[in-house]
């Protein structure tokens, strides 16, 4: 009975050594045998591969960034290139309103681009819308001059060139007759004819009520010594007019042309060396002239039509 006793006793002594050997050995890491070479090179690949990785984020990252910023300088450019369908139009326009001021006889040239309410005003004094000679002789000094200066006729042959950041044009239309809080909405195809009354003239009030009529903005910033301008135009059935003030007359539009090219003309000396500059001068010099009553309604400060803005103390020149 001890002796068996003893052999179990012996048995299980056997069997917890190896428990705690099995034990022992799992918690002990094997041994590294790599020499110092392997262990440098196992270290390099292991960085090279970390640095590898950080680099194919950071170029990912990048590339992203990149492709974000080409998408945003390329939506931006077919914006800056996508300008208002009408500028090219409306920018005609105002070449010819401001060609017609340096032409002999072109008065009636100039009211051709007016609204129709405006062209039958001024056509009730027609003696009144021809050229004096006096502003004929106005005419030839400052193309004389121009000639002399610029080798070239006075001539706006390039009018987006000229007019492209001076004259800036917002358009829109009128959906339904106009009241002080309406909107002018997004404009769409098509233009509706001009509707007269029973006198057989179109008020440039209800003109500009029609449905569906298109309508635009011209402003021009103070500049040139001249104060700023705003020029409204309509589209009508034969393209874009201005629609000057009402109280604008046959004899104030003379008036007011004559005494803007005489401006102009005394300030040939100062005069730019850029053609375009020039261009810009008379053009803005014109259409302070046609629309100084609409600023003096307003309150502003600019002079009738008729009239030159004041001269500063000290002339200011020109652009060069």
Known sequence: MNKHLSIVAAAALAVGTMGLS????????????????????DAARDAGSATGDAARDAGQAVGDAARDT?????????TADTPNKNNEEINDVLAQVAEAALTKEGLDD?????????RNRLGQNKDALKN???????????????????NEDFDISDEDKVFAGFAMISEGEIGQPRTAGDRVKAPAEGVDAPAANTSGQTAADANRNDPGRNVATVTIAESHGLPAVTVPMIHEAGGW???????VDAQKLSDGVKNALTKVGDMKDQWPADKNEAYRHVTHAVLVAIYADQANAAGGAQPAAGQQPAAPATPTPLPQ
Do not use: C
């Open 110 to 118: 100039m009211a051709e681009r007016f609204v129709d309410a405006d």
């Open 22 to 41: 099995t034990s022992h050995g799992q918690e002990t890491p094997p041994a590294d045998n790599r020499n110092a070479a392997e262990k440098t090179g």
């Open 132 to 150: 004096t000679a006096d502003l004929d002789g106005r005419i030839a000094s400052v193309r004389n001059d121009w000639k002399a200066k610029y």
């Open 70 to 78: 080409g998408r945003a300088a390329s939506d931006a450019a077919r």
């Open 241 to 247: 007019k201005l629609d000057i003030p009402d109280s």
